[in-house]
């Protein structure tokens, strides 16, 4: 994962990520159009597939919506990292395969537009910009698979598949 | 242990469990609703065939509902479909209400459950001693298959509250002021237990109100030891027969804080953050647009009485909307029955149907640019009821009707001493 840090404030909630209004719908492609869209109308013009999504405290709090994650992972965004992630979201975000790391060091020194590189396994944040490199806790083995699995529904599916 | 760990110890298969460890629960009650057709097509992804126990599943229309949108009828009827092809015996459809006040009217909350739902306001039920917390689409399809969910045992966090509320605030103001003094990321991933003398004094629809907004401080979960008046709640609606776990005096607590109800004052969250929490004294004056009661926060019939209360006799200005949601189908009969609903319509409210409302800003009184409202509801996120240009403020029902009577943000105690 690499790609280019686009900033957001503490407290961005699920509403500001896809707004209610878009819910009616649960295609990933529809959703991602609207993504971020009541806190940055721009963010879809300006990220680029790979990018990167840095914030404070508690992303992604409010409403339990799924399509939050779903919305920012078909944005084409590789990664979130936070300071802290409210728990709906972060468990959303791991069952449908988003990559997020809490890293309140690298949250908070990362600017916007520095470049960052990600190495999950080592739970490794690497600012490509400034030369930083911030180290987290990883996953627990079982989220890990269930992210490079590209979410719980195919880590179901392929568990299934391995029994029979 | 705490009793919130006894209970996900006992829904473990375990005898003991301790915060941070991450245990798989056996799930009493799972909760979807019509926002979440994506659980039913999580669930076929899955390879899912029959949920695990029909009767432990419910179904709750209350967000789209009525359906605002062709598509939202067509979600309905693809839920109720699936609802008769699994023999799910719990459809609470478009007339019933939101799903946080229909399923303990329903009798299906009791203390000692694992309760789980597509709704981040499900820490609602820690007001009936259940362990409740919200969940989304792909969790909950999990659920359906196999029965159970992995969590985290979180850290409990005791809230002692002591005092009596002072005329013209409520339980409301109470929970505006935890988040004035604990914000919005207060409590993340941890769980919230209120006790002392004022949640005694609490009626049960006072407690809900508590427990509801704890997870706007990031809350997992809430819990209320069960007693007396919980169990007349509970006997009331025919529930006699469940554990109730009791705190180990020698458990630790992450933290522990004290707040005195007595001092609490009429209180709003300013937008955009629920948190940006100030004396309903500062705004005083500003012009409203709209003034909104209703949902799984503010939409009960002690809350609709409070409202009643204050505009009884009176009219709301022209050009002031003042919309009304009951919580459920429940509330609006009782309501009709005490006379509070005709007197809030002959103040100029709008009634709506039982449900969600306008809260999450799909139908039902939405905001256009610029404008303001005032709400009994729990979020002023930007864009939360329409516009993102639209300003919301949060508060009481009672400081809500008594902005609409004024059609500017008003402190209920003016509007309250007039009337007396």
């Not at chain 1, 819910?23 to 963010?43: G, V, Y």
């Not at chain 1, 779903?70 to 084409?76: L, R, S």
């Not at chain 2, 050009?319 to 100029?348: H, N, Q, W, Y």
């Amino acid at each position: 994962m690499r790609g280019k840090a686009w900033k957001f404030r503490d407290d961005v909630n699920t509403d500001e990520i896809i707004p209610a209004r878009y819910l009616n719908t649960s295609d990933p492609k529809e959703l991602a159009r609207h993504c971020m869209e009541d806190i940055d109308p721009q963010f879809m013009e300006k990220m680029s597939p790979g990018d990167i999504i840095v914030a404070g405290k508690n992303f992604g709090c409010g409403s339990s919506r799924e399509h939050a994650p779903v919305a920012i992972k078909a944005a084409g965004v590789s990664c979130v990292i936070a300071e802290s992630f409210a728990r709906i979201f972060y468990r959303n975000a791991v069952n449908i395969g988003l990559p997020i790391m809490e890293a309140k060091e690298g949250a908070s020194k990362i600017r916007e537009g520095d470049i960052i590189r990600v190495e999950p396994e080592e739970g490794k944040i690497i600012n490509e910009t400034t030369g930083e490199e911030y180290q987290v806790a990883p996953f627990p083995p079982f989220m890990q698979a269930i992210i490079a699995q590209g979410g719980l529904i195919n880590y179901v599916r392929a568990r299934v598949g391995e029994s029979r | 242990m705490h009793a919130i760990e006894k209970i996900l110890a006992r829904a473990a298969g375990k005898d003991r469990v301790r915060a941070g460890e991450i245990v798989t629960a056996a799930v009493d009650l799972a909760e979807i609703n019509d926002l979440y057709l994506q659980v039913i097509q999580s669930f076929e992804a899955m390879g899912g065939k029959g949920v695990w126990d029909p009767d432990k599943v419910v179904f709750v229309f209350d967000h789209y509902s009525p359906p605002p949108t062709p598509k939202a009828a067509d979600n309905h009827r693809v839920m109720r479909e699936f609802v008769a092809k699994e023999g799910i015996p719990h459809l609470f459809d478009i007339d019933a209400g939101v799903c946080h006040q229909v399923m303990p009217e329903g009798g299906l909350v009791r203390p000692g459950m694992v309760l789980v739902a597509t709704d981040s306001h499900t820490t609602t039920h820690g007001a009936f001693g259940a362990f409740a917390t919200g969940v989304g689409a792909t969790d909950l399809a999990v659920v359906l298959i196999r029965g159970t969910l992995w969590f985290v045992v979180p850290e409990v966090v005791k809230i002692e509250l002591t005092g009596r509320l002072p005329q013209g605030t409520t339980a409301k103001d109470v929970v505006l002021g935890l988040l004035q003094r604990f914000k919005a990321d207060g409590f993340v991933y941890k769980a919230v237990e209120y006790a002392g003398p004022a949640v005694t004094d609490f009626s049960i629809a006072e407690r809900m109100v508590i427990c509801n907004m704890a997870v706007e401080m990031g809350a997992k979960t809430t819990y209320i030891q069960p007693d007396d008046k919980l169990r007349e709640y509970l006997a009331a609606r025919g529930i006699e027969d469940y554990p109730i776990d009791t705190t180990d005096p020698d458990y630790e607590y992450a933290e522990v804080h004290q707040f005195d109800v007595g001092q609490v004052e009429p209180l709003l969250a300013a937008p955009h953050s629920v948190d940006n929490v100030h004396p309903v004294g500062d705004y005083a004056g500003t012009a409203i647009d709209q003034a909104f009661i209703g949902t799984c926060t503010g939409g009960r019939l002690e809350d609709l009485e409070m409202a009643a209360k204050v505009l009884r006799g009176r009219r709301i200005p022209p050009g002031v909307r003042l919309v009304i949601t009951p919580a459920s189908k429940e509330v609006f009969l009782k309501a009709m029955a005490t006379g509070c609903i005709k007197d809030l319509v002959e103040a100029g409210a709008t009634v709506t149907s039982p449900g969600c409302g306008p809260c999450l800003g799909i139908h039902q009184g939405m905001l256009g640019p610029g404008e303001v409202c005032i709400t009994a509801s729990s979020r002023n996120f930007p864009g939360r009821m329409g516009s993102p240009q639209a300003e919301i403020y949060v508060a009481s029902p009672l400081t809500v009707a008594a902005s609409a009577l004024r059609g500017r943000i008003t402190d209920p105690r003016e509007v309250l001493e007039e009337g007396s």
